[in-house]
């Protein structure tokens, strides 16, 4: 089988470079190696930042109304072509395609968010602060800005930010997770269709390296990272450090908390679907399900009896529910907690080593797996496993479950399952977690409201797109003006009071 070869993507055309570097592309449904990309020196990334900058020049001036006309191209040719890049990202990560899918529209919410940017970063202006005297504020750009993303969404987490990047008048450089490098250059691709001028939208492949010179670059005015916690804390600490505005987004252990009078059938499907839903590798997946006495032993039935029903296979199969892992090693990580798990005392209810899998040998399978009786202290609960695992613990009472879900480092999402509006409301108020589904397994906010976890979830104080995306991107400017009459001339060395 041949392998083709994906390379950077900088001022508007591929890079026609030799790199020192390269890493391989799987296929995670065949196991088998499908390109190679070209890692990123400093010089590379130099090479990009100073497209970026060149393009900023003029793209900072550009009027909102051109501005807007090429979004709404883009999103045009997104949403024509989106089952084209959904199959790109199947054969990459290896989700199924309708999740794919999914992907893309989540992502494509976003681009017609920032399609309103005329709208939403307007400044304010009022007149006559003080006599004779206006005072009105401006929104700027930054100048080249860098989206770092992970490998579960190469689509939807670069268009988490870039969109309102480019809205607002920036450039930007994206380093895509060297294990799924295509969909960022997809979209390069169609920004070139939809008229954005070269330079505005680069790409650059690779690993720490390149993330670091980004980091460093002293023309790169600000970061937007998604990954996993220790590097997204890595990358706040040195971003800041090189005086680089910083939104690091990380890793996540998402607890659903069902109490006694929550409809168990609509717990269980919303455990499986949240669980096991592109194998588990999303950060909003629901990894932790936490059942309030007597419910437990029920809830893990009704679990059981779907996870059954599941059909483990290639991504791009229609009948597929589950795709396998996105590489050898990730699995073999991800399989070791079967052991290490059952090794700290949990019961293993569901093995997914023994489920069928209607895929090649080769793949990286896993089936779903199901732990019981897990508590803090075991390795299943405590680490972010980030694959097809999910760990029922039982509590007896809804403040225990709540106090476990507000010990845990991590805070990005979290769900509550319940009829109950009043215990609903408690608990919306009292969970320290970012975002919350009630009712709702997997609760990331739509496009005009922003995407962020707390504590060991999120480094910074900007979430992702809506109203903090536009301020992320932006400076802002206050103006005092006086339209002088000669009459008000004459010194006064005091500070400026208003009249
Ligand atoms: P990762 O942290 O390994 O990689 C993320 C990015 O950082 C990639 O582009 C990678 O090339 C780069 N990188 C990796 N190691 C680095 C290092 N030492 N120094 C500098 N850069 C480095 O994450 P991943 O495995 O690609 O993605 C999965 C993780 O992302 C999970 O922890 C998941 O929870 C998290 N995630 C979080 C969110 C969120 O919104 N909070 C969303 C999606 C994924």
């Known amino acids: 089988m041949t392998t083709s070869h994906l390379t950077h993507w900088i001022a508007g055309r591929p890079w026609t470079g030799t790199a020192e570097r390269h890493g391989d592309v799987y296929d995670p449904a065949t196991g088998r190696v499908t390109a190679q990309v070209d890692f990123a020196g400093p010089e590379v990334v130099d090479e990009a930042v100073a497209a970026a900058l060149d393009a900023f020049r003029e793209w900072r001036h ?13 999103r045009e040719l997104l949403h024509a072509g989106r089952d084209e890049l959904a199959a790109l990202i199947v054969s990459e990560h290896g989700k199924v395609h309708s999740d794919a899918l999914g992907e893309v529209a989540r992502g494509l919410e976003v681009v017609e968010y920032a399609c309103g940017i005329p709208q939403l970063a ?27 993303s992970p490998f579960n969404f190469p ?11 480019i809205a607002t008048g920036n450039t930007v450089v994206v380093k895509p997770s060297e294990k799924d490098p295509s969909a960022a250059n997809h979209l390069a691709g169609l920004w070139r269709e939809a008229g954005l001028p070269d330079g505005v939208f680069n790409v650059v492949h690779g690993d720490k390296a390149a993330v670091d010179r980004l980091l460093e670059h002293p023309d790169i005015k600000a970061v937007s ?19 680089k505005r910083v939104q690091a987004l990380g890793g996540a252990k998402n607890h659903m908390l069902v109490l006694p009078d929550a409809d168990l059938d609509l717990a269980a499907d919303a455990a499986v679907n949240a669980g096991y839903g592109a194998a588990g590798e999303r950060c909003m997946a629901v990894s932790v399900l936490v059942a309030v006495d007597p419910v437990g032993d029920d809830l893990v039935e009704r679990i059981k009896q779907r996870i059954a029903t599941l059909t483990v296979g290639p991504g791009s199969a229609p009948g597929s529910a589950m795709g396998p892992l996105v590489t050898g090693p990730h699995r073999d990580k991800v399989t070791s907690y079967l052991d290490s798990g059952t090794a700290d005392g949990a019961v293993l209810a569901a093995d997914g080593r023994k ?13 779903p797996t199901l732990f019981d ?34 010990a845990n480092p991590y805070g990005n999402g979290t769900a509550l399952f319940t009829n109950d509006g009043g215990a609903a409301r408690r608990f919306q108020h009292e969970v320290e977690v970012g975002m919350v589904g009630i009712n709702v397994p997997i609760p990331v906010p739509v496009a005009y409201y922003s995407f962020g976890g707390w504590k060991s979830s999120l480094f910074g104080d900007a979430h992702a797109y809506g109203e903090d ?31």
């Open 469 to 499: 995306g536009v301020r992320f991107f932006t400076r802002g400017k206050a103006i005092t003006q006086r339209w002088p009459d000669p009459s008000h001339g004459g010194l006064n060395l005091g500070f400026p009071t208003n009249s």
């Open 122 to 148: 307007k400044g304010s202006y009022t007149e006559q602060a003080s006599t004779g005297v206006d005072v009105y504020s401006l929104r700027q750009p930054l100048g080249p800005v860098a989206v770092i």
């Open 225 to 243: 990272f998604v990954g996993s916690t220790p590097v997204a804390r890595y990358v706040y600490e040195h971003g800041t450090r090189h005086g």
């Open 373 to 406: 009786h897990v508590r803090p202290g075991m390795s299943v609960y405590d680490d972010e496993i980030f694959g097809p695992v999910l760990s029922v613990v039982r509590v007896p009472s809804y403040d225990a479950g709540l106090a476990l879900i507000n």
């Open 62 to 74: 550009t009027s909102v109304a051109k501005r807007t006309g090429v979004l709404f191209a883009f």
């Open 155 to 165: 689509a939807m987490v670069p268009m988490w930010f870039f969109p309102l990047a």
């Open 355 to 367: 489920h069928a899998v209607d895929g090649d040998p080769g793949g990286f399978w896993l089936g």
